[in-house]
């Protein structure tokens, strides 16, 4: 302890520092000076002290209380498998009460939802939260290498689970506040489109960005998977948001309970990925690509209309 000596040149200050910290400590080891070790403990003594004083005036017996049952919730939530519910709460308790309301910009219309995703997302954001792109970037990544059509098949699929779940965060999250969603003054089929968009234009850059990357790294040629992708993308959101929105009530919603995407929604997603990629398997040539893109995108347009037939007709259901 007593020969704590750092020369590199930028580390000097904080040498310094240490050496004040440590006069305590080698005081008690039979080093250094003990009057100028009683001197520094009192002084760090009463830093540590005016520290506590300032920060009494905004500490809260009842608020911290309160701070420890949400944090019990929370733990609750989490071992009893609901996440939703567990990561809505992490959210409230990180923006906390006293955090000022954001400025946002005064556009008019449906794009304000834009937004407001993008404040959500601000907010909300942990690391966390890109494991999930990360993933469907990685499994884009490994597609072109795979040699088999059972094996892209599977990986297929899976990318088609992530993209379903991803693709339903933002409207699950404001469905939940459903007593104010409902009164928004824009129409069903835009309220879908600017809640769905974002993610969908994200997931087609991320699993693009993956296939891309993946051929030059490798040399591996572009298929045409790689013209399907935008359209499977929209079938897949699609599917997921109309199997969420159908299985919505509003006594629920109201409630703020929001189903999550079924494997109905999911096998109905992988099935709309499974034509247009049939269709281009069976047919090679001009022919075939053209065939299963019109195919990929006519099943996206489809499965966005049934997500607004369904949300138009809730109340009824």
Known sequence: VSTLDLNIPFLVPWNAIAKVFLIPLQAGFGYGNL????????????AMLGMMVWVSGTFSLSRAAQETGEIEVIHSAQRYGLTSYAEQLQTQQRLGVIRAPSRLPAFAGPEILIWKDLLQSQRSFRLSSLFVWFRIFLLMLSLPLLPDLGSRALVIAVWVIQIGQVSVIRIRSDLSRWSLVRQLPISHKKF???????????SVMVSLAGIAISSLIFKTPLDGFTTLVPGIVAGVAGMAAFDVIRRSRSNLLLAGSVPEVSAGGILFGVILAAVPLLINTLLSGMIGLTLSILLSLGLGVLAFNLAVRSYRTMDAS
């Open 35 to 46: 009057s100028l070790s009683m001197l520094s403990s009192g002084f760090f003594a009463a």
């Open 192 to 202: 879908l489109l600017f809640e769905l968009g974002p993610a969908c234009l994200l």
